[in-house]
């Protein structure tokens, strides 16, 4: 059976203590917040949770902590990518036997994978027999898994999804043109959500609706009704804190922008820092602003 991913899919930090551990009291109380402010489901251990700064073991425990906390309607999907092969497989079959709904893989990065390449790696993980999500992501990862290759990979039954994130918008109505609805298309940069949902995606796999979930579903909920007009004014007093996903220091700034809305910790692996100076100061004041004009209907939100 295909499952049907839609809605809102936060990209969940991974929240750790002062001494580098995984803080599960921080985790679990992000992943509550966010269920009860309605999105659909949560990413663990992708890009915006440091995947990269984390061993297997650590991963494998992140997976368990927030399967342990969550039952019922909630989509699960395990980031599972590493730059060792052998470890994604190893970490999709973790994600599978914990109970998962899927994962969410990038092709090869390190070793620039031709295109065959791409397609063989995927077919290897689909035989593990978990619902995928491909994570396309050419800006960070110099790998675009471009049409083509899509429609190749589109015999694959396991590979259901496609987190979106070249950061061209045109490239929505190129999938849907080429490929039509073959695969679930969830826009990965937070500053083309109405972009990419008035085009027809699915979803978002949204950064900053770790810190504002009820603003990030509503938008989602007002582009789906056709009520443009209302998700417009929405996403304009939204889209100062969006594009502070669309940077290298993402984790700094959603770290940040969580520990202003209380929502978190600014913990974070090395070589991340937190962020200084004037950078922090313009992140503090973008989040000032934002908190300072919300709209009234979200006032409440913590």
């Given at each position: 059976?295909?499952?049907?991913?839609?809605?809102?899919?936060?990209?969940?930090?991974?929240?750790?203590?002062?001494?580098g551990?995984?803080?599960?009291k921080?985790?679990?109380?992000?992943?509550?917040?966010?269920?009860?402010?309605?999105?659909a489901?949560?990413?663990?251990g992708g890009?915006t949770g440091?995947?990269?700064?984390m061993?297997?073991?650590e991963?494998i425990e992140l997976?368990n902590?927030?399967k342990a906390?969550v039952s019922?309607?909630f989509?699960?999907?395990?980031?599972?990518?590493?730059?060792?092969?052998?470890e994604?497989?190893?970490l999709?079959?973790e994600?599978?036997?914990i109970?998962?709904?899927?994962c969410m893989?990038l092709?090869?990065?390190?070793?620039l994978?031709?295109p065959?390449?791409v397609t063989?790696a995927f077919?290897?993980?689909?035989?593990?027999g978990?619902?995928?999500?491909?994570?396309?992501?050419?800006?960070a990862?110099?790998v675009?898994?471009?049409?083509e290759t899509?429609?190749?990979l589109?015999?694959?039954p396991?590979i259901v999804?496609?987190?979106?994130?070249?950061g061209?918008i045109?490239r929505?109505?190129?999938?849907?043109l080429a490929?039509?609805?073959?695969?679930?298309?969830?826009?990965?940069?937070?500053?083309?959500?109405f972009?990419?949902?008035?085009?027809g995606c699915?979803?978002?796999?949204?950064?900053?609706?770790?810190a504002f979930?009820?603003?990030t579903?509503?938008l989602?909920?007002?582009?789906?009704a056709g009520?443009?007009?209302e998700a417009l004014?929405?996403?304009?007093?939204?889209?100062?804190m969006l594009?502070?996903?669309?940077?290298n220091?993402?984790?700094?700034?959603?770290?940040?922008?969580?520990?202003?809305v209380?929502v978190?910790?600014?913990?974070m692996?090395?070589p991340r820092?937190?962020l200084?100076?004037e950078?922090?100061?313009?992140?503090?004041?973008?989040v000032?602003?934002?908190?300072d004009t919300?709209?009234?209907?979200?006032?409440?939100?913590?």
């Amino acid at each position: 059976m295909i499952p049907a991913w839609k809605g809102v899919l936060p990209a969940l930090v991974t929240p750790f203590d002062s001494n580098g551990k995984l803080d599960k009291k921080q985790l679990t109380a992000l992943v509550d917040l966010l269920r009860g402010e309605g999105v659909a489901g949560v990413v663990v251990g992708g890009s915006t949770g440091e995947f990269y700064a984390m061993n297997v073991a650590e991963r494998i425990e992140l997976f368990n902590a927030v399967k342990a906390h969550v039952s019922g309607a909630f989509t699960l999907i395990a980031g599972t990518s590493s730059i060792n092969h052998s470890e994604t497989l190893q970490l999709t079959r973790e994600a599978k036997a914990i109970g998962y709904d899927g994962c969410m893989v990038l092709p090869p990065v390190y070793c620039l994978p031709t295109p065959a390449e791409v397609t063989d790696a995927f077919t290897d993980v689909a035989g593990i027999g978990l619902p995928i999500m491909i994570y396309n992501n050419p800006i960070a990862y110099r790998v675009d898994v471009d049409v083509e290759t899509l429609k190749g990979l589109s015999d694959i039954p396991k590979i259901v999804a496609l987190k979106e994130e070249t950061g061209d918008i045109r490239r929505v109505t190129d999938l849907r043109l080429a490929l039509g609805d073959r695969f679930q298309l969830f826009l990965g940069v937070d500053d083309l959500a109405f972009e990419g949902l008035a085009l027809g995606c699915d979803g978002l796999l949204a950064g900053v609706g770790c810190a504002f979930p009820r603003e990030t579903v509503a938008l989602y909920d007002l582009m789906k009704a056709g009520k443009y007009a209302e998700a417009l004014k929405l996403y304009q007093w939204m889209t100062p804190m969006l594009h502070l996903d669309v940077s290298n220091k993402l984790v700094q700034n959603l770290k940040l922008i969580d520990l202003l809305v209380g929502v978190g910790t600014e913990h974070m692996r090395l070589p991340r820092m937190p962020l200084i100076g004037e950078e922090r100061a313009f992140i503090e004041g973008v989040v000032k602003k934002a908190l300072d004009t919300r709209p009234a209907e979200y006032q409440s939100v913590a």
